[in-house]
């Protein structure tokens, strides 16, 4: 069974940064995507950014492109996403996700961390 474990949310003013991590383990698998996501009160599922495990591209929503930075320690199997200019509408719970697959397509991540929590005020 995959297990993922994000740390590294808190609470920060607008235009401040934040940097989450997700420590990755149980997955055999040798080529898979991992992807941050996330969800704000009242609204859908949402994903941020994703990142192949092999060559290392990535993919982001236009919401966070130029202030996310997503990428991964292969050696840690540790995955981690930068958040800078952070904006009261990045507010929303961050779950790391795994899935097969073209990393760039929201609906191929199907294992999912518990999530942390991300509260940006103005």
């Known amino acids: 069974q995959v297990q993922l474990v994000e740390s590294g949310g808190g609470s920060v003013q607008a235009g401040g940064s934040l940097r989450l991590s997700c420590a990755a383990s149980?997955?055999?698998?040798?080529?898979?995507?991992l992807g941050w996501f996330r969800r704000a009160p009242g609204k859908e599922r949402e994903g941020v950014a994703g990142?192949?495990?092999?060559?290392?591209?990535?993919y982001y929503a236009d919401s966070v492109r130029g202030r996310f930075t997503i990428s991964q320690d292969n050696a840690k199997k540790t995955l981690y996403l930068q958040m800078n200019s952070l904006k009261p509408e990045d507010t929303a719970m961050y779950y790391c996700?795994?899935?097969?697959?073209?990393?760039?397509?929201?609906?191929?991540?199907?294992?999912w961390g518990q999530g942390t929590q991300v509260t940006v005020s103005s």
């Open positions: 990142i192949t495990s092999g060559r290392g591209t990535t």
């Open positions: 149980r997955y055999t698998g040798s080529s898979y995507c």
């Open positions: 996700a795994l899935g097969v697959g073209f990393c760039g397509s929201w609906w191929q991540y199907d294992h």
